[in-house]
């Protein structure tokens, strides 16, 4: 069936109002005074809170869907799962409000680097929600939201000059530990399994293309996460004024 006729257009759609009602609903709530006195704290905290509830939902769907459909880990082109196949278009509606709301929230200069990010998870997941492909890979991709629960955490921590808290120190180990099971790992997972396709002209080699490059920004962003948290003292001074967005 032609894309343009898919029948999983509405709920592409209907994820992605949910998230842009969610973010209304969530800018009623009362901010922290150090994130209200600036504007862009302010939008960054907003779009976060909206990561936030993302992450718990992605996340523990993912696991729920690898518990009820196992065979998903190792027949990651072929097995599929009704739970699975909303999870990723759930996801995929995320992306795209997140995507519209940078931009039109002027920031698209300061989070290219989640621009880039989104658009290739939104090609890559095109493959199990048009073509019903590689819906186990989906479903193993988005493990990573359960680190990202983590992750925003500490963003929004970071965004509020929390770093002295208890709170902070025992998140960042924590944070470190996640990094490495539901990062790291499903993604090097994954590109050991799609290395198969290479050379090949089918749509695991498309695949295997978005997961290299994945791959190199998922590097980087340990880099940083290990730089800014483990050796602060080897962070630049206006790095920490100005990379709240990124790190």
């Given at each position: 069936?032609?894309?343009?006729?898919?029948?999983?257009?509405?709920?592409?759609?209907?994820?992605?109002?949910t998230?842009?009602?969610?973010?209304s609903?969530l800018?009623?709530?009362?901010?922290?005074?150090?994130?209200?006195?600036?504007?862009?704290?302010?939008?960054?905290?907003?779009?976060?809170?909206?990561?936030?509830?993302?992450?718990?939902?992605?996340?523990?769907?993912?696991?729920?869907?690898?518990?009820?459909?196992?065979?998903?880990?190792?027949?990651?082109?072929?097995?599929?799962?009704?739970?699975?196949?909303?999870?990723?278009?759930?996801?995929?509606?995320?992306?795209?409000?997140?995507?519209?709301?940078?931009?039109?929230?002027?920031?698209?200069?300061?989070?290219?680097?989640?621009?880039?990010?989104?658009?290739?998870?939104?090609?890559?997941?095109?493959?199990?929600?048009?073509?019903?492909r590689?819906?186990?890979?989906?479903?193993?991709?988005?493990?990573?939201?359960?680190?990202?629960?983590?992750?925003?955490?500490?963003?929004?921590?970071k965004?509020?000059?929390?770093?002295?808290?208890?709170?902070?120190?025992?998140?960042?180990?924590?944070?470190?530990?996640?990094?490495?099971?539901?990062?790291?790992?499903?993604?090097a997972?994954?590109?050991?399994?799609?290395?198969?396709?290479?050379?090949?002209?089918?749509?695991?080699?498309?695949?295997?293309?978005?997961?290299?490059?994945?791959?190199?920004?998922?590097?980087?962003?340990?880099?940083?996460?290990?730089?800014?948290?483990?050796?602060?003292?080897?962070?630049?001074?206006?790095?920490?004024?100005?990379?709240?967005?990124?790190?």
């Open positions: 069936m032609p894309p343009l006729l898919h029948p999983a257009l509405p709920l592409l759609l209907g994820a992605t109002l998230f842009r009602a969610l973010r609903a800018c009623r709530l009362p901010l922290p005074a150090h994130v209200r006195a600036d504007p862009l704290r302010t939008w960054r905290w907003h779009n976060l809170l909206v990561s936030f509830a993302h992450s718990i939902v992605s996340g523990i769907w993912a696991l729920l869907c690898i518990w009820q459909t196992p065979e998903m880990v190792v027949e990651i082109e072929t097995a599929w799962s009704l739970s699975g196949y909303l999870l990723v278009c759930f996801s995929t509606g995320y992306f795209i409000h997140d995507t519209v709301d940078i931009v039109v929230s002027h920031q698209a200069r300061a989070s290219w680097e989640y621009l880039v990010h989104h658009i290739m998870a939104m090609g890559a997941f095109c493959s199990g929600i048009f073509w019903s590689f819906v186990g890979g989906g479903v193993l991709t988005l493990l990573v939201e359960v680190s990202n629960i983590f992750l925003t955490i500490r963003m929004m921590m965004i509020n000059n929390a770093q002295d808290l208890l709170l902070y120190r025992i998140n960042k180990y924590v944070n470190l530990v996640m990094y490495f099971l539901f990062r790291l790992a499903p993604q997972y994954l590109t050991y399994f799609f290395l198969q396709y290479a050379g090949q002209r089918t749509q695991g080699t498309f695949l295997l293309g978005i997961l290299l490059m994945l791959d190199i920004m998922i590097l980087i962003y340990f880099s940083r996460l290990l730089r800014s948290d483990f050796c602060p003292d080897r962070v630049p001074s206006q790095q920490h004024k100005d990379k709240f967005l990124t790190e």
